[in-house]
């Protein structure tokens, strides 16, 4: 399995927007932190949101291929079941089986949720300072707070067992612990 590392060099080879960047580190943060929490393997499933968007420059025009073109690129670099999380995280655009095991889940909601933590941070005076998840329930039901964040992809927290207030808890612990490296408060 490739390391840490080497996933990171090979994630800014590409040379990301500094968001993509942010948004990798964030994705590994909570996969970490949800992989802690369910007893997973941390450093698989931490890879796995580190590396979801590696194809992400090249497949932007070509959204059938977003996902795809990952697993590819880390063939022999990844595990089949990391390999397969990737590809089904972006199953309803790029047409590969739908979403199955515990980490496609995670991963979904897990990346999904660092859109809807970093936009409240944002706005938020304090940061993530006291963020609580009642504060990211409030948000998910203003439809047009963070509007491209998937709301019914969040829910799928719960295909891992975790209910919405738990799942929120540990993304916020997640991004907490890399807020200087994403620029945030």
């Not at 968001?19 to 992989?35: Q, T, W, Y």
Request: aromatic share 4%; glycine share 10%; proline share 4%.
């Amino acid at each position: 399995m490739i390391t840490r590392d080497d996933a990171l060099k090979l994630l800014k080879q590409g040379n990301p927007e500094p968001h993509l960047l942010a948004h990798a580190l964030e994705s590994e943060a909570v996969l970490r932190g949800l992989a802690k929490n369910l007893g997973r393997d941390q450093e698989l499933w931490g890879l796995t949101g580190l590396l979801h968007d590696l194809d992400y420059a090249e497949s932007k025009d070509q959204p059938n291929r977003h996902g795809l073109a990952s697993k590819e690129l880390l063939q022999g670099r990844l595990p089949d079941e990391a390999l397969a999380a990737i590809a089904r995280h972006a199953f309803e655009m790029n047409g590969s089986e739908a979403p199955s095991t515990e980490l496609d889940f995670a991963l979904r909601c897990g990346e999904t949720v660092t859109g809807l933590v970093h936009a409240n941070a944002l706005v938020r005076p304090g940061g993530l300072a006291g963020m609580e998840p009642k504060s990211l329930k409030k948000k998910m039901k203003e439809k047009a707070f963070a509007a491209s964040v998937c709301r019914e992809t969040i829910r799928e927290c719960e295909k891992i067992g975790l209910d919405l207030g738990a799942f929120f808890q540990i993304a916020i612990e997640a991004v907490t612990g890399v807020k200087e490296q994403v620029g945030l408060s």
